[in-house]
C-alpha cells in the first residue's frame, strides 16, 4: 500500500496538488484494503504531500476498517455529527494553505462539491479520475492472483449453467441454480446482476432475464461474474439448445474468429483500437458490423468497469500488468445474440488468458 501512496503523493507534489480527496469506495479500497458501501452517509480517503492520510468513515464502520488492516488516522461520524466540519478540521492539522484539490469528478455529487468548496474557497478543484486510472490499470502479482481465483469461479458458474440446461426451464431457473452454486463456494457478490438470455432475448446485449423457457434451437447466452476478496472477474458464454440454424453457427463462428483475432493481437506495445479493430474488422467483413454496436472490452479490477475502454478510437499502447475484457458480439434481431468474452492480462510476450471455459459452439442434446 505505501507504493500506491507514493506514487499518488508524488503526483500531486509535481501537480501542486495539496489534498486528494476521494471518496469512490473503490479508490478507499484501492489504496486502504477496506471496502465499504456507506450509502448516504460520507466514506473519504484524504491524501498529502508528505503528511499521513487519513479515512473518514461512518463510526459504525470503524472496527471494520481496523479489522481490513487501515492503521492510520481514523475520522468516525456519527448520523448527529457534521463530518464535513471534521474533515476540516483534520485536513487543517496537516496542511496550511490548500491550493489546490484533486477530487473524483466522476463520483462526487453536486452536494458533496458545494460542501468540500465551502470549506476551502480559494481552492481549485482537479480532478483525481486520470492518476487513479493509470494506477489501477496495471495489476501487480497480488492482484493478480486474486483475479484467477475469480475467473476460476467465473468458469465454475458457466459450467454449472451448461448443466442446468433443459428444455421448460426458464432464464431465471438456471441463473438461480448458478447463484446457488456460487454460494455453496463462498461467492456473497457478484460482479453486476447475473444475465442467462435465450432465443430472441440474446439479442438484447444487455437484456433482462425473466420467465423465458428455453427451447430447443435456442442460443443461450451468460453473461456473469463473482467478486473475490473485493476484485471482479467478467465471463460470457453463448451455447446452444439442441440443433441450430446453419445462420445462427454462422453468426456464432464469426464471433468466435474476431474474439480469437483480437486475442492474438494483445501484446505489450499495441494499441487498444488494434485489439478492437482486429476483431471488428472480422466482424464487418462478414456482414455483420452494424450488428456489433458496442466496444471490443473494458479494464478490469476492483470495478467491473475500468479503464482503459477498448475501442477503436483509443490509441493508448497495451502495457504489462493491464487487466481488461475481450468481448466481441454480435445481436441481430429475432435470428441470434452472440457474445464471447474472456478476461485477460498482458504479459511480457503476449497475453494470458484468465477465463478457460471452452468456446468453440457447445451443442447441448
Not at 479500497?29 to 492520510?53: C, I
Not at 441463473?175 to 440474446?202: D, I, P, Q, R, Y
Not at 450488428?291 to 479494464?299: A, D, E, I, K, S
Request: charged share 25%.
Amino acid at each position: 500500500m505505501n507504493e500506491r501512496f507514493d506514487k499518488l503523493s508524488g503526483w500531486m507534489k509535481e501537480n501542486d496538488v495539496q489534498v486528494t480527496f476521494l471518496t469512490s469506495s473503490e479508490s478507499v479500497f484501492y489504496f486502504t484494503g477496506f471496502y465499504s458501501n456507506p450509502h448516504e452517509r460520507l466514506l473519504a480517503l484524504a491524501v498529502f504531500q508528505d503528511a499521513e492520510p487519513f479515512l473518514v468513515c461512518p463510526a459504525m464502520d470503524k472496527q471494520e476498517a481496523r479489522h481490513a488492516g487501515w492503521k492510520l488516522d481514523i475520522v468516525d461520524h456519527s448520523d448527529i455529527d457534521r463530518p464535513w466540519e471534521l474533515v476540516q478540521k483534520a485536513i487543517g492539522s496537516r496542511v496550511g494553505n490548500v491550493g489546490n484539490v484533486a477530487i473524483e469528478k466522476e463520483h462526487m455529487n453536486v452536494e458533496r462539491y458545494e460542501a468540500i468548496s465551502q470549506l476551502f474557497p480559494q481552492a481549485t478543484f482537479i480532478s483525481a479520475e486520470e492518476k487513479i486510472r493509470v494506477l489501477r490499470m496495471v495489476k501487480d502479482e497480488k492482484e493478480l492472483g486474486i483475479l484467477r481465483e475469480a475467473c476460476a469461479l467465473a468458469d465454475y458458474a458457466i459450467e454449472v449453467g451448461v448443466e442446468e440446461i433443459a428444455e421448460g426451464k426458464s432464464e431465471l431457473d438456471v441463473l438461480s441454480a448458478v447463484e446457488f452454486a456460487l454460494k455453496k463456494k463462498g461467492v456473497n457478490k457478484m460482479s453486476f446482476s447475473t444475465m442467462v438470455l435465450t432465443g430472441a432475448n440474446a439479442s438484447a446485449p444487455h437484456g433482462t432475464p425473466g420467465m423465458t423457457k428455453i427451447q430447443r434451437g435456442d442460443l443461450v447466452l451468460f453473461d456473469l461474474g463473482v467478486v473475490i476478496d473485493g476484485y471482479c472477474s467478467d465471463i460470457t458464454r453463448t451455447v446452444a439448445f439442441g440443433d441450430i440454424s446453419d445462420k445462427q453457427k454462422e453468426i456464432y463462428n464469426t464471433v468466435l474468429k474476431g474474439q480469437l483475432a483480437a486475442l492474438d493481437a494483445v501484446k505489450p506495445g499495441v494499441a487498444c483500437s488494434t485489439i478492437d479493430l482486429a476483431a471488428r474488422n472480422i466482424i464487418a467483413d462478414a456482414g455483420y458490423g452494424d450488428y456489433f454496436p458496442h466496444r471490443l472490452g473494458h479494464g478490469l479490477g476492483i470495478s467491473v468497469h475500468e479503464y482503459p475502454s477498448m475501442t477503436e478510437t483509443n490509441d493508448l499502447k497495451l502495457q504489462e500488468g493491464m487487466v481488461f475484457t475481450i468481448e466481441p458480439g454480435i445481436y441481430v434481431p429475432d435470428v441470434a445474440g452472440v457474445r464471447i468474452e474472456d478476461d485477460v492480462v498482458v504479459t511480457a510476450n503476449g497475453v494470458e488468458i484468465l477465463t478457460k471455459f471452452p468456446k468453440e459452439l457447445l451443442v447441448i442434446k
